[in-house]
């Protein structure tokens, strides 16, 4: 069974930094492509960024808000996915979802919140 | 950047009824590229439909996807009780990645 299980999320103030972790089990996490979508509180889904699998370059790429303020990463080692989140503005406040696939999302997380707020 | 825009914002129906959600584009996407999600409150988005046609995995044939070049839809033929949820419609063809704003599909 194919399981992402995101945590790191809390309280911060503005200006500040968060990592966010998603550990995975269930498939061939090495093999994936994987994502971060966020959902502001009552508000729609929002693409955060993307790493490609190792063997496909390891490339990230992101969405422009999050641009040189989030890096994405991968240990294929632990399973595990981050995102590291610095220079965090009000705006960044949301559930942060893990999910595997770098195009389409065929299982997500249950997500963790980040809440940015002075 | 390719916006996806989505109508009706809310679609109010009993049960039983067809639910036709429809998702545009601002420029054109390649079928294989659009992807459907139902998100129900609490809950994180479940992947319906991909390559704009097909069902994922699980997913019942009362869901269909449709559409090509700047137009996209989604059918739920019979709304069940659990489909009442919103929808989100999603497009991989080009960076960045982007959602539609959702429809709500809510209980008449």
């Known amino acids: 069974e194919v399981q992402l299980v995101e945590s790191g999320g809390g309280l911060v103030k503005p200006g500040g930094s968060l990592r966010l972790s998603c550990a995975a089990s269930?498939?061939?996490?090495?093999?994936?492509?994987m994502s971060w979508v966020r959902q502001a509180p009552g508000k729609g889904l929002e693409w955060v960024g993307r790493?490609?699998?190792?063997?496909?370059?390891?490339?990230?790429d992101y969405a422009a808000p999050v641009k040189g303020r989030f890096t994405i990463s991968r240990d294929d080692s632990k399973n595990t996915l981050y995102l590291q989140m610095n220079s965090l503005k009000t705006e960044d406040t949301a559930v942060y979802y893990c999910?595997?696939?770098?195009?389409?999302?065929?299982?997500w997380g249950q997500g963790t919140l980040v809440t940015v707020s002075a | 950047e390719v916006v996806l825009t989505q109508s009706p914002g809310t679609l109010s129906l009993s049960p039983g009824e067809r639910a036709t959600l429809s998702c545009r584009a601002s420029?054109?996407?390649?079928?294989?590229?659009l992807a459907w999600y139902q998100q129900k409150p609490g809950q994180a988005p479940r992947l319906l439909i991909y390559?704009?046609?097909s069902r994922a995995t699980g997913i019942p044939d009362s869901f269909s996807g449709s559409g090509s070049g700047t137009d996209f839809t989604l059918t739920i033929s019979r709304l069940e009780p659990e489909d009442f949820a919103v929808y989100y419609c999603?497009?991989?063809?080009?960076?960045?990645?982007?959602f539609g704003g959702g429809t709500k599909v809510e209980i008449k």
């Open positions: 790493v490609e699998s190792k063997t496909d370059g390891g490339t990230a």
């Open positions: 269930g498939f061939t996490f090495s093999d994936a492509w």
């Open positions: 390559g704009a046609s």
């Open positions: 420029q054109r996407v390649s079928s294989s590229y």
């Open positions: 999910c595997r696939g770098g195009f389409n999302f065929d299982y």
């Open positions: 999603q497009q991989h063809g080009s960076s960045p990645l982007t």
